[in-house]
């Protein structure tokens, strides 16, 4: 299954949209439940399965969603499971084989819909950089058109109705992964991380916690969402991004100047350790790669283009690459795997 | 001065000769002094004059020293001074400019002669690999052509006079540079060295005692220089040096059938560093080269022939990669400028 997918990546990782260098992707996804049927967490699977025909059925009457496939938990194998975890389409929480739940997936992979996760409805929008405004209006859109078919559990007080309260009110959640190397290095991330959550924004490490500077990809996203509109949340965000961004650029502006001879070193070390390895660990590959997407961004490095960067932190995860080499693989034969898979794509570049 | 060296290597470090996989170089040095003249630790400046114009007469009628240059002291500076201790031509404590002293180095550098260094001569000639015999037989023959012109301090009871009392007798030290990465890596080096020493050898770190594991070459030589004949003392090095082998080449195998991937990822690495860092310490070069050339003698590395390994531990030495770039730099220049040798170089094979 999504064999289509096999060995490439969504649309959101292509290094496109605005400040591609520092801000990977955004994304928005909206919390929705229908009127009257139990919410997932306490559904049986008679109700679990009505809400997936109801949105299975919405789904193939929307024109926005036309170009997609829609996959009941009872098809997707643990493999896939995990290989659509890592490419951010499901949550690790979603989709248990034994109660009825489902995702549709449009075909760039810009959407994804979780049916029966947390909530009922779990539509989510991705975008390549700094694209918020442009996620939400899609986000928005697959939203109001799924609304004329769907009978959503609204309140006209409190907005959208949602197992958690956290998500009570417009259900939303916006963010965006974003790489914040100069600041690690520059050891300014901690206060910048402290004016981000003083702001009310919610600061997460993202492709693993407690990695290496270098790795340290942050995902930043909204706490609020209730009494301000979805527009403001993700103008709000975006704002504090640009800020961000700022902040980021001026620290790999005194990285180059300080200690430029130092980075550049450290950059093409790790590309020819990626060019040459053997052995490769997940974590060892992410931290080399994120020191190739500083190298690049610093103009130190122009080997490997983001695109390629942003590829290979996909698929060399383990279940990208064990769908990639077509069996199942133990964790050291995958960092042999992944060693040589780095080594293909580097050596075309 | 000694342009014609610059940037090229010795004919002992060409990789030629028996085992130079293992054995880099063999190396025998006699010790002579000159009846009636005081020796050289006590010799007032008139005196070692004196004996400098004996020999450097001496090694103007010997045919065999025919293709090669004699050197005073006084015209050589600080940085060629150390140029010929990082070639093995001379030894540290040697040419001091303000006291009379000089060195006689062949074509091929396979020959040095000190002139008042502890001794008024140490006459040292070097072959590439396990070649002791050959070795012996040049210094012999040069050290005979030597004697028919200059008068040799010699006892018939113990041989040849010396300096420092250990030297009598033979006036020989014979010695080979070995590379036993194998025996490190499996941690049966200790045990190897324990049992050498007990059959009364010498061992010595090399390039920098206390080096990580990768770049720890050996060298082995003799303790006794009485009682015992020339030859018997090189055959006897010489059969130890077999033996040897053998463990170093048992421990290899049993690292190959053990740890294949591992031992060829660290080679690989070590490979995809030199061909890429910008700032590259003397000691890490060393570590790395020594990698690359247990990968090459496990067949798990081919990229670099031995020969260019042999020539990049010795160009990248402080004193070399001044002479090669034709200026002064400090130690943190010396990092860049040896890295971008070694990349320079490495692209060409």
């Known amino acids: 299954m999504f064999e289509q997918m096999n060995g490439k990546i969504g649309n959101w990782l292509r290094a496109g949209g605005e400040e591609p260098s520092v801000v990977l992707s955004s994304r928005v996804r909206l919390a929705r439940n229908l009127k009257g ?24 009457k929307s024109p926005l969603l036309e170009s997609g496939g829609f996959y009941r938990s009872a098809e997707v194998n643990d493999l896939d499971r995990n290989f659509l975890i890592e490419r951010h389409l499901i949550s690790p929480e979603f989709i248990q084989p034994e109660s009825p739940s489902g995702v549709y997936i449009g075909t760039d992979e810009a959407t994804a819909i979780m049916v029966n996760e947390e909530d009922h409805l779990r539509v989510q929008t991705l975008g390549s950089g700094l694209s918020l405004s442009e996620v939400l209006k899609r986000a928005t859109g697959i939203d109001e058109e799924l609304a004329t078919t769907l009978d959503y559990d609204y309140d006209t007080d409190f907005g959208f109705l949602t197992s958690c309260p956290t998500n009570v009110g417009t259900g939303m959640r916006a963010s965006i992964l974003i790489h914040l190397a100069g600041l690690v290095l520059t050891k300014e991330i901690d206060s910048v991380i402290d004016h981000i959550t003083k702001l009310g924004l919610v600061v997460r490490g993202f492709y693993g916690e407690g990695s290496d500077v270098w790795g340290n990809l942050t995902q930043i996203s909204n706490q609020t ?40 070193d450290k950059v093409w070390r790790a590309y020819g350790i990626l060019r040459h390895a053997r052995v490769l660990t997940s974590e060892e590959t992410m931290n080399l790669f994120s020191a190739l997407r500083l190298g690049g961004a ?52």
Do not use: C, M
């Open 298 to 349: 610093l103009e130190l490095f122009d080997r490997v283009p983001l695109r390629t960067i942003n590829e290979l932190l996909l698929l060399t995860q383990p279940a990208h690459l064990q769908k990639y080499v077509g069996e199942t693989l133990g964790a050291s034969q995958r960092d042999v795997a992944r060693a040589s898979l780095v080594r293909e794509r580097l050596a075309e570049t």
């Open 37 to 60: 049927l139990t919410y997932p967490i306490y559904a049986d699977n008679s109700t679990r399965e009505q809400v997936v025909s109801f949105v299975a059925t919405a789904i193939e």
């Open 225 to 264: 969402t209730l009494g301000r509109s979805e527009h403001d949340i993700a103008e709000s965000l975006e704002k504090i991004t640009r800020q961000i961004i700022e902040f980021e650029n001026k620290a790999r502006e005194r990285l180059v100047a300080d200690a430029r001879d130092e980075i550049a």
